[in-house]
């Protein structure tokens, strides 16, 4: 029934991440080019001009962010560029292999692709790879196996964000079909009440003016017939001044102007220029204002007056004479029409004068404060839930590379058994993880952390300085990602520095114990594809977060949109319902009322008539949507349509009941009706399981009246007649009711 | 030598009512009434009627007085300033739901009708209020009904009974034949009905609570007022 469905947790989710992709594609390429730079004397001119050029450019997005397809082409363009060029312009043997900076560099790009749609992101990919894979051929790298050796965790990653992805994705999808949902519910009860809200205020109007005119005429009051006239144009204007639908917001700014027309005194206006506010607020303040300038020019012999609009404030300034507060001689448009109004916004009206110096009205009135994002609402856990995703990936991703990693150095590792040793203290801090995870506080993920860190230290320091290769140093490759699902409940800075020493520390044992421009230029590009995405990842809890706050706030605003839209359809649906065909019947004989005609029996049968109209109108308020009211309200109308008048009381709080059991005391209602002549009361009276219909009217001659309850076999039935007086009651037993009789008589 | 056979003086009320139209429609009534009413003072507001009543006035038989003076909550601060000044006050007012008639019946005032009941229940209040004789309108009948404080008078299971037909039907007549009662036995369980509810509810500090507690006690008999 209602489009609640704004799929804004997925795209904002979506949006989000496009930054940290894109953080990830650039920071990345940035640390490699420097690098490349930074080794200028050892590789050609032409690549260290494409280093500058492609460099520059990553620092651009960087700075800029932007995110359009055009620009996300040229960052592939650029990428698949690096692929086939970067090995034969900026590789150097001496220093490093040829491969390490197009890898770094491809392998952070498609990492980040994992972001767009898995089609897109898998071709995208597939594209790098085999400019990879060319560029890498053309300077025959192919068969030289030491240089793969990253290829394998890229392509870790790769698969590990591609997963993450469709999983939180999916998280957002489900979180927003189950808000929908909840919208959809919370919309329809804000329209009902909101409706109800509408009707209530109506009927106060009707009741205070109409139909105590309506009840006068009716029962033949002898009023005079210039009074009873006025009476009549007030009740007419308030019945056709009635709006029937809630104001929609308004620009104050206009409204002020709108009513400043009359005013003699020249207007000037300062501060806002539009301000949109809730209609009926802009047209109680755009009132008090009119009040304001009208004794302006009334009292204040101004040649000026100037109007300020701020957000909860405006200000009525003139040059004019001012006057004393001390003389009550001008209390009444004041208190009136000023302060009065205000104060039914909750607001005040300050007035600051003295004889000479001009008047300043101020008025004042509360403005709502936006809610604050950081406590909005989250009844569906998008953020728990994205949360729970995004650690359990996370630990699976930092023990499946560890898994990965370790054999290969096992093989030649000094110490083997303290390798082993590091390496289940390593797996049992990662899976500690878990529960921290999962929403639980415990384990500490301080105890976790510091083992990681120790960990770090040791295998470190535990490899011989001749064994001084990445395979070996499995510490550098992933005791940062086992760390990673840890620091996700911790500080943000704390974080950033555990991450940082986690790699630090087996960075500068390598480059103490081999202080060679290699070791820097390998560690180098080590940091653009581990440290880069390590840091990436960190982000993404902290993401999850902002994404969805931002979606939280998206789908309220829109929720007030659709709300407004769909209040003012129901209320006018409401009016054209109840109200219209009122007005059809009610205002030609308030017309007529007017006009000052003579009251005769035909007006006061139409009086008596349109009120018991408004009667059942005022009683069906209450209890509206009760299933009996509504088979009642058909064959009421219909009687009043035959001209005799119904009224309809209830008392209580009318118990459930099946649509047939009102049907067939409606059509018993109906046939009682049948039978009358004007008029007819009806009571309800509900009772905990049984409810008492009594009908009471004037019979017309000889009809037929029912004799027995055509409800239910156990009902109670009375009939009583005096004279042409007819009473009817029938109790009907509600069958919810427990058969207590049949248990009652039987030994247990 | 015996004084000539004055008329009875006609009873006097005091209307309190923010609508024009009360007024006439109250006048019109009373004026039509056998024998007539006579409606003293008209007042748009509590406060002028307290200043020209500011005490109990045996000249005036009730005031009939609207809930919703000027504003459209009831002003039961202004139904209660006037019973304390001692006067019989009748509500008439359109509010219908029970809640408001228990807590009007509760400051105290002798009769609350909606005005939807019409001519002959306001006649028949006045004159009521004005022999102190508990009168039940058939709405404040429904509201004493459904009452479930538990302060107030247990009602027996006729009077009870009484009651919700006296709503269903506003007529003693049908109702004492559905019961098979006297019209006037009718009328005796309505009295009597409030006349429990008006001693339980406050310290009789009115004349008419008084008599109220007189015939709930058994000091007096309905019939002999």
Redesign the interface.
Known sequence: MFDTDTGAARRNFLQHAMRISLFMRHGGALVVYAIVLVSAPRVSAAGTAFACLAGAWSLYRLLTRSATPRIIAIDYAITIAACLALPVLASNHQVCPSTCAPIAIAGTAVASFTVFEPLLNMAMTAGVAAALAAGVASVDGLRDADQWITVYYFTLLWVASTFIRMLTVRVAEKVDAARAERLAIELRQKVNAAVRDYDREQMRLLHDTVASTLLMVGTGTALSPDRLAAQARRDLRVFTETSHAPAPPADLVAALRDHATHATTPVNYAGATAMWVDGATAATIAAATREALTNVDRHSGATAVTITVQSGRIQITDNGCGFDRAQPTRGHGIADSIVARMQQLGGVAEIITQPGHGTSVELLWPTRTSANPAAAPDPERLIERAHMVFGLALVAYALVNLMVTVPASLSFAAYPQLQWALIVVTTVATLAAIPRVMGRTNPRARFGIVSLVIVALVQSISMPIYDLDPRLQWAEGAIGWCVLPLLLSVRLSYAVCVLAWCWVVPAIYAIIRNPSAHTIIDLGYDTASVLVAQFCALVVADMIRQSAAAASIETESHMRRTAAAHIADAVQEEYDRRYADLADTIQPLLSTLADGEPVDDETRRRAQLEYQRLRILFDQSSSFEHVLLRELRPRVDAAQNRGIAVSVDVQGTLPTMTVPTARRLARLVDQVLHAAASPARITLTAETAAVELSIMCHRAGHTDLPTKSSVGDEDEFDLTTLDDTVWITVRHLLPERPTEHVSAGQPT | MSAPANPPEPLAIAVVDD????H??VS??C??ADPPIRVASDHLDAESFLAVYPKADHQLAAVILDL?LRS?QPDFDAVAAIVDAGHAVIVYS?LE?AEVILRCLGIGVVTYLA??E??GHLIEAIRAASTHEPYIGPRMA?AI??DTDSGRPGLTKREREVL?AW?????K??VA??LHLAPTTVRTHLQRVRAKYAAAGRPAVTKAQLVARAVQDGILSVEDL
């Open positions: 609508h024009d139209v009360i006439t429609g019109a009534w004026a039509q919703e459209r359109h739901n005005k939807s019409g001519q429904a009904c459904s919700k709503f269903q039907t506003e007529s007549d049908i034949k559905r």
